[in-house]
């Protein structure tokens, strides 16, 4: 009995090219996704942070601590993208919000008074209602979730605070950042800049196999302490695509005038498949082999700032619950993207403002000196091909799919701009987000 989609397969060559890329899979493919997340320098100044096929859902199955913060997450990886879209349009986004918000996590348990209410208000959180121990209790499952080993999946997540030999630490922050984010600490010689930013740059690129190289551009003398979060992400899709089936033959319309042409992966299988009609998209999930998911967006023409603007957990809930399985025919481009921001021209814009100026109040760090935050660096790389990547409740509003008796089929074609959304079912996290604008910039 020959499967479906070697039924669709009419020539005999076709069947045997087809059989041949089957028996190679398991073997052949290969994908990683690198992120690295907030280092974040300070400053001393003078006195004057198993698979499923159904639709996820966006907090863990079983009460944690973890699950208490996923809206908050969620909510923050939408507000932090806007910002980004604002300050680069027209232009790829790639960033884990996971990443993100975990140094910020740790960074405000150094932080005291005005500067530690920004940080975790900017989050999302209510510190009337949600007490700051338990915030940190649910980092601490969210770190320690992402730390066991999945042999469907390779994902690490680390954070290491390098410090200046001087630099005193207050004991409480010290055993925090260790018990609670599992941060590794490094006495590091900040009077030679050029080898400290030699260390760190190594240890970034050790720690995510290559992939991100020269996080850090330069150091000066005055720096006391840079705090680096490090994600690696790879995974293979459930149902990897047949590379003989990747043609240039599909370009991707970048704006009204321009279109490029990029290799457009195809496959017909079955997948969980929605339409919006409110929000006028797309909305295409493919699983990985592992307890994570990647969201797909595609908005109709010039409907992309609709979309942007009204991403939320709310949103991410209502698609979740509105997904079908059905068959789809798929072509996606093959994707490889890297992106830098400089964090501190944006989070304060958030609301995280005192941190960056001289009223810092890092005291709960260290008592000797004022300390500022002065760089926050965030760099991402994308790979998306052939074998993988290495990226509710009910509402009133309802999606529907619409339906097809038979062996006819929905196509959706990304040859326009798309959102790209990277969810780990397991804690209710967005790990990566991003926009891909033109899958030709590097």
């Not at 790639?94 to 996590?105: D, E, Q």
């Not at 595609?298 to 619950?321: C, F, I, N, V, Y």
Request: glycine residues 4%; positive net charge; aromatic residues 10%.
């Amino acid at each position: 009995m020959r499967s479906a989609d070697e039924r669709r397969i009419k020539t005999k060559r076709e069947l045997q090219a087809y059989l041949l890329c089957s028996k190679m899979a398991s073997s052949f493919y290969r994908v990683f996704l690198v992120i690295i997340s907030l280092c974040v320098p300070i400053y001393c100044v003078s006195p004057s942070c198993p698979p499923s096929r159904g639709s996820p859902r966006l907090s863990p199955t079983k009460s944690t601590p973890t699950s208490q913060l996923s809206s908050s997450n969620i909510n923050f990886a939408f507000r932090l993208y806007r910002r980004l879209a604002l300050k680069t349009p027209s232009q790829n986004i790639f960033f884990s919000p996971m990443s993100v918000s975990t140094s910020l996590a740790m960074l405000s348990l150094g932080a005291h008074s005005a500067t530690k209410t920004q940080i975790l208000q900017s989050m999302g959180f209510n510190l009337t209602h949600t007490p700051e121990s338990t915030i940190h209790q649910g980092f601490q499952h969210l770190v320690h979730s992402l730390s066991v080993p999945n042999k469907h999946l390779d994902l690490k997540m680390g954070s290491v605070l390098f410090i200046k030999k001087e630099l005193q630490l207050q004991r409480n922050f010290l055993d925090n950042v260790k018990t609670l984010y599992e941060s590794r600490v490094f006495s590091t010689d900040f009077s030679n800049p050029s080898t400290a930013r030699q260390r760190i740059n190594r240890y970034v690129e050790k720690e995510t196999k290559g992939k991100i190289i020269d996080l850090i551009q330069d150091l000066e003398p005055l720096t006391a302490m840079v705090l680096v979060n490090h994600v690696f992400f790879k995974a293979k899709w459930e149902k990897p695509f047949n590379p003989l089936y990747t043609s240039k033959r599909y370009p991707f319309l970048v704006d009204k005038r321009t279109a490029v042409k990029v290799p457009m992966m195809h496959q017909m299988e079955q997948f969980a498949f929605a339409v919006d009609s409110e929000l006028n998209c797309s909305v295409l999930q493919m699983n990985y082999s592992g307890d994570t998911v990647a969201f797909f967006v595609l908005p109709k023409k010039d409907k992309m700032g609709q979309l942007e603007q009204a991403l939320s957990s709310r949103t991410l809930r209502k698609w979740s619950h509105s997904l079908k399985i059905r068959w789809i025919e798929v072509f996606i481009p093959k994707i490889s993207i890297s992106t830098s921001y400089d964090l501190e021209t944006i989070l304060p814009k958030m609301g995280i403002r005192d941190a960056f100026d001289k009223n810092a109040d890092f005291s709960g760090i260290t008592k000797k000196g004022f300390l500022q935050v002065s760089k926050a660096a965030h760099k991402a790389v994308l790979d998306v091909n052939e074998e993988g990547t290495e990226a509710t409740a009910a509402t009133a509003t309802k999606l529907t799919t619409k339906s097809k008796d038979g062996s006819a089929h929905s196509i959706i074609c990304f040859n326009r701009p798309f959102l790209l959304l990277i969810f780990n079912k397991a804690t209710g996290t967005v790990l990566f987000l991003g926009k891909v604008e033109n899958p030709t910039k590097f």
